[in-house]
Structure formats: structure tokens, C-alpha cells
């Protein structure tokens, strides 16, 4: 699988929007772009994946880099419930997929 | 039901011993997955089911682990000869298949061995 590079750590301010990168320089094709949060003790949570276009849903942004080598993940308000290590993933299609988990971006948010 | 539900939530056995972990995917996804979390540590992956394909083995540590899915729903995760190095959080996780859909955890089984 292609590998994906996010800072280690990031901090934010309540209520101001956060703007998490990944760069995955390699990406192929047709990898999908995911994105995964592990909030303290609990297991990681589905956030948002894309392939080509910008995608939005109810939790966040994901904005892809018109080569796709790149993209961020937009919270747009972040709220202290929004700490956690956020994973960028890629997933290949056609095959057998899996995804595998690299260290991510711890958020902080802070009052 | 709603989601991934793994059982126990808590299990605590002596060095030597067998455990069983179980999950149960939500209805109707196709791809079971495990993996586990030391503390502290990232997620690292176990074994992955996809509908009635062989199962990939290839993040199963030892042979002291196997996993069985039983009629394409629940799935145990059994882990042979406790170590104490086996001491981690098991979580499970299913989608509907194995490309465009996220993936669903559960909350985890964390396994102490003493």
C-alpha cells in the first residue's frame, strides 16, 4: 500500500476550523483516500473518503489536491469532543483491501 | 443491531491459557476484520474475511492465533497459550465490501494476561 505522511501532532482552538494534512506523494490511481479518527479509548470512527473530487458529509471536508498527491481534512468549527488521532488512509480497489493504520495527527483542542 | 458488537469488553487471564474473543459484524456486511492496540501503540492488523474468499492471515503473529467466521456473520478471535506480550486491545471491524465503503469498529476487547 502506498504510504501517507501527517504530522504527529496539532493543536486548535474551540469553536475555530482545523485543517489536518496528508501528503501521500505515491498514491495510485485507484486508491481511495480515507480518513479515520480514534477518539481516548474508544475505537477508530469512520470520518470521510475520496478518490478525485472534494467531499463533504455531516462530520467534515476532505479537500484532494488536483494531482492527489495530497489533501486535508477540514473540521470546520472544532469542539473539545473533536480531540483525538485523526489516521489518513489509503485504500486500494479491485482487490482484496485492508486498511493499514500508520500513527497520525494527534489534534488538540483547546478553550 | 446498530453496530460492532465485540464481547467481552474486559477479559483478564493467566499466562498458558486460551481466550476466545468474539464479534459480531453489523448485518449484512461482507468483510470482517481484526486487528489489535498495545497500549499506546498504533492498530495493527490481524486477519481479514471478505464474504467466502480464504481469510488473510498475514498479520497474525504467531501461529498461537487463529480466527474463524462462521456462515459469513460472527467471527472469534482465539488466541492460544496466553503471553503476556499478548496483553492488548482486540478490536473488530466490518463494511459492506471490501473497496468504497468505511469500515464500522467496535468498542474492543481489552486483554489483560497476568
Known amino acids: 500500500d502506498a504510504k501517507t505522511t501527517q504530522p504527529n501532532s496539532m493543536e486548535s482552538n474551540e469553536e475555530e476550523p482545523v485543517h489536518l494534512p496528508c501528503n501521500h506523494s505515491?498514491?495510485?490511481?485507484?486508491?481511495?483516500i480515507h480518513w479515520y479518527r480514534q477518539l481516548p479509548s474508544q475505537g477508530p470512527e469512520y470520518v470521510i473518503h475520496?478518490?478525485?473530487s472534494n467531499v463533504n458529509n455531516r462530520m467534515a471536508s476532505l479537500a484532494i489536491a488536483e494531482d492527489r498527491k495530497s489533501s486535508t481534512l477540514i473540521l470546520h468549527r472544532a469542539t473539545l469532543r473533536d480531540a483525538a488521532v485523526y489516521y489518513c488512509?489509503?485504500?486500494?480497489?479491485?482487490?482484496?483491501?485492508?486498511?493499514?493504520f500508520g500513527t497520525g495527527t494527534r489534534l488538540q483542542v483547546t478553550l | 443491531g446498530a453496530g460492532v458488537s465485540q464481547s467481552p469488553s474486559n477479559k483478564v487471564t493467566e499466562k498458558g491459557k486460551d481466550v476466545e474473543l468474539r464479534c459480531d459484524p453489523i448485518?449484512?456486511?461482507?468483510?470482517l476484520y481484526w486487528y489489535r492496540q498495545s497500549l499506546g501503540q498504533g492498530l495493527e492488523f490481524l486477519i481479514y474475511?471478505?464474504?467466502?474468499?480464504?481469510?488473510?492471515k498475514s498479520g497474525l503473529p504467531s501461529d498461537r492465533f487463529s480466527a474463524e467466521r462462521t456462515g459469513g456473520s460472527v467471527s472469534t478471535l482465539t488466541i492460544q497459550r496466553t503471553q503476556q506480550e499478548d496483553s492488548a486491545v482486540y478490536l473488530c471491524?466490518?463494511?459492506?465490501?471490501?473497496?468504497?465503503?468505511?469500515?464500522?469498529f467496535g468498542s474492543g476487547t481489552r486483554l489483560t494476561v497476568v
Open positions: 475520496g478518490l478525485t
Open positions: 471491524a466490518s463494511s459492506q465490501d471490501s473497496t468504497n465503503y468505511g469500515y464500522t
Open positions: 505515491t498514491i495510485s490511481g485507484t486508491d481511495y
Open positions: 474475511f471478505q464474504g467466502n474468499s480464504a481469510p488473510d
Open positions: 488512509i489509503l485504500r486500494s480497489t479491485g482487490t482484496a483491501s485492508k486498511l493499514t
Open positions: 448485518s449484512g456486511h461482507t468483510a
